[in-house]
């Protein structure tokens, strides 16, 4: 059966991460903190590790995709600490990375990550845990 396909575009670099639907259902689903920024999901961008916030309500399917012929992405969802200590903000990021990559390979890129555009629910700065 032919599934949609959607793009999670960077605002910084413009790479448009290809997202399948069955892959962003089953994000939703497995959410590790319920609340941040719904209908939001933090995307890790492949091409230059900036993280940004992507409205999933608001998605448009850019194909269909041969359910057949797919090679799934992997992904992997980080929880990152809200960096004021009395502030318990938690904000899932998550990393979309081509088929074929493993998950210690996906961990091991988190030095390189930056959300300093990325905050809280009450607007702190968040911390990616190494
Ligand atoms: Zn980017
Ligand atoms: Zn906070």
């Known amino acids: 059966m032919p599934q949609f396909l959607y793009g999670a575009l960077c605002p910084y670099c413009r790479f448009s991460t290809p997202l399948l639907e069955t892959t962003l ?8 903190v319920a609340t941040t920024g719904e209908p939001f ?3 890790v961008c492949q091409r230059c590790t900036r ?3 992507w409205n999933y309500g608001m998605r448009q399917a850019l ?8 090679a799934d992405p992997v992904w992997i969802s980080i929880v990152a600490e809200c960096e004021s200590g009395d502030c318990k903000g938690q904000t899932e990021l998550i990393a979309i990375r081509p088929h074929g990559t493993t ?7 988190r030095p390189t ?3 300093k555009d990325i ?11 190494l």
Do not use: T
């Open 41 to 43: 999901l933090v995307f």
């Open 63 to 70: 194909s269909q995709y041969d359910a057949l012929s797919r």
């Open 25 to 32: 259902a089953e994000m939703i689903r497995n959410r590790q």
């Open 103 to 109: 998950k210690e390979e996906i961990l091991r890129e």
């Open 51 to 53: 993280c940004f916030p």
């Open 119 to 129: 905050y809280c629910d009450n607007g702190h700065q968040i911390i990616i845990p």
């Open 113 to 115: 990550w930056n959300a």
